[in-house]
């Protein structure tokens, strides 16, 4: 018997919209990319994508690239055999060999790493992999890519593989974020808070109070769905059993004792650069470009996560850029 899709709540026109596009390119064999803000549900999405395909009955397996360093997820995904490297005592199957004929969910694509982009790109291409320190192996696996990142801007900057881009952009499912679907928010906030009510063993859940239902639409709701499943669940239980819920716990770090945040990592200085005789374009970009790379580690301390954050890049694409100008050995 074929194991129903996750549940997707809603009744807006613009979540009804994005529904019938995941069935119109569940059944196809294609890589395809989901893209939405954080906490759109874009998991949900990817397993429905598989449960609706002629994959469903074969392995679903999910792999977050932003949890992993470069050389974890190379190995995560690729695996390695006994001895490839120090401290490999026994063979590790990678999670692309075990999604073979079935999907392989990719969430935080963008974070991954230019090596490993290269070799998901074969993956993805001729469905080859090779483990670390093993030999070329075939497997049919669909890819399913997730972001929340503006990837052909990526690739415009050279963040991103074009190539792999092209190939997992058959075709690219966008989610509405909350705020796009207000109509939705009383039937999940419902649904969030049964669901609590069961849990605490509750015998029934009372409702919410005008007000409570009031900040449920005015608030904005930056994280969406998964924020305002937090929001319910947290009211709901600091609600009393017997009557409606009177307030929605928005900020559960709101304290008169709350401590100060911490300094923002510094942004470096812009300065004007004066031409050198015989210097072409490529070559004054970059040396525009190792200077402000070596102008912001150098206001942030050398600390590479602040760094890329006060140059709006993700941790592996300071890494790679560092790499490329000969600036990976500055220390954290």
Same mark, same amino acid.
């Given at each position: 018997?074929?194991?129903?899709?996750?549940?997707?709540?809603?009744?807006?026109?613009?979540?009804?919209?994005?529904?019938?596009?995941?069935?119109?390119?569940?059944?196809?064999?294609?890589?395809?990319?989901? *893209?939405?803000?954080?906490?759109?549900?874009?998991?949900?999405?990817?397993?429905?994508?598989?449960?609706?395909?002629?994959?469903?009955?074969?392995?679903?397996?999910?792999?977050?690239?932003?949890? !992993?360093?470069?050389?974890?997820?190379?190995?995560?995904?690729?695996?390695?055999?006994?001895?490839?490297?120090?401290?490999?005592?026994?063979?590790? *199957?990678?999670?692309?060999?075990?999604?073979?004929?079935?999907?392989?969910?990719?969430?935080?694509?963008?974070?991954?790493?230019?090596?490993?982009?290269?070799?998901?790109?074969?993956?993805?291409?001729?469905?080859? *992999?090779?483990?670390?320190?093993?030999?070329?192996?075939?497997?049919?696996?669909?890819? *399913?890519?997730?972001?929340?990142?503006?990837?052909?801007?990526?690739?415009?900057?050279?963040l991103f593989r074009a190539?792999?881009?092209?190939?997992?952009?058959?075709?690219?499912?966008?989610?509405?974020?909350?705020?796009?679907?207000?109509?939705?928010?009383?039937?999940?906030?419902?649904?969030?808070?049964?669901?609590?009510?069961?849990?605490?063993?509750?015998?029934?859940?009372?409702?919410?109070?005008?007000?409570?239902?009031?900040?449920?639409?005015?608030?904005?709701?930056?994280?969406?769905?998964?924020?305002?499943?937090?929001?319910?669940?947290?009211?709901?239980?600091? #609600?009393?059993?017997?009557?409606?819920?009177?307030?929605?716990?928005?900020?559960?770090?709101? #304290?008169?004792?709350?401590?100060?945040?911490?300094?923002?990592?510094?942004?470096?200085?812009?300065?004007?650069?004066?031409?050198?005789?015989?210097?072409d374009f490529q070559e004054?970009?970059?040396?525009?470009?190792?200077? !402000?790379?070596?102008?912001?580690?150098?206001?942030?301390?050398?600390?590479?996560?602040?760094?890329?954050?006060?140059?709006? !890049?993700?941790?592996?694409?300071?890494?790679?850029?560092?790499?490329?100008?000969?600036?990976?050995?500055?220390?954290?």
């Open positions: 018997m074929q194991p129903s899709p996750p549940p997707l709540l809603g009744e807006s026109p613009a979540f009804h919209a994005a529904l019938a596009h995941v069935s119109r390119v569940a059944p196809l064999e294609r890589p395809l990319l989901v *893209i939405g803000e954080r906490g759109t549900g874009k998991e949900l999405v990817a397993a429905r994508l598989h449960y609706l395909s002629r994959r469903w009955d074969r392995p679903f397996v999910k792999v977050n690239c932003a949890a !992993l360093t470069e050389s974890l997820l190379d190995s995560e995904l690729f695996g390695h055999e006994a001895g490839a490297f120090t401290g490999a005592i026994r063979r590790q *199957i990678g999670r692309v060999e075990q999604a073979d004929s079935g999907t392989l969910f990719l969430d935080e694509i963008a974070t991954a790493s230019p090596a490993v982009q290269e070799k998901l790109l074969r993956a993805v291409e001729y469905g080859e *992999i090779e483990r670390v320190g093993g030999r070329t192996q075939t497997v049919d696996v669909r890819v *399913i890519g997730a972001t929340n990142a503006d990837l052909p801007a990526l690739a415009e900057a050279g190539d792999l881009l092209d190939r997992l952009a058959f075709d690219v499912v966008t989610l509405p974020p909350l705020r796009a679907r207000r109509e939705d928010i009383p039937v999940l906030a419902e649904h969030f808070a049964l669901g609590m009510v069961r849990e605490l063993e509750r015998p029934l859940f009372p409702g919410f109070a005008p007000r409570a239902l009031e900040q449920l639409l005015g608030h904005g709701w930056p994280g969406n769905v998964r924020e305002l499943r937090n929001a319910v669940e947290r009211s709901v239980a600091a #609600s009393d059993p017997d009557g409606p819920v009177e307030e929605i716990l928005l900020d559960p770090f709101a #304290s008169a004792w709350r401590p100060a945040a911490p300094s923002a990592p510094v942004s470096p200085p812009v300065a004007d650069e004066e031409p050198v005789p015989g210097d004054r970009v970059r040396r525009f470009e190792s200077g !402000l790379l070596k102008t912001a580690l150098e206001c942030n301390r050398f600390n590479q996560r602040q760094t890329a954050q006060a140059l709006g !890049l993700g941790y592996h694409q300071l890494r790679g850029l560092l790499k490329k100008h000969g600036l990976i050995g500055s220390p954290e």
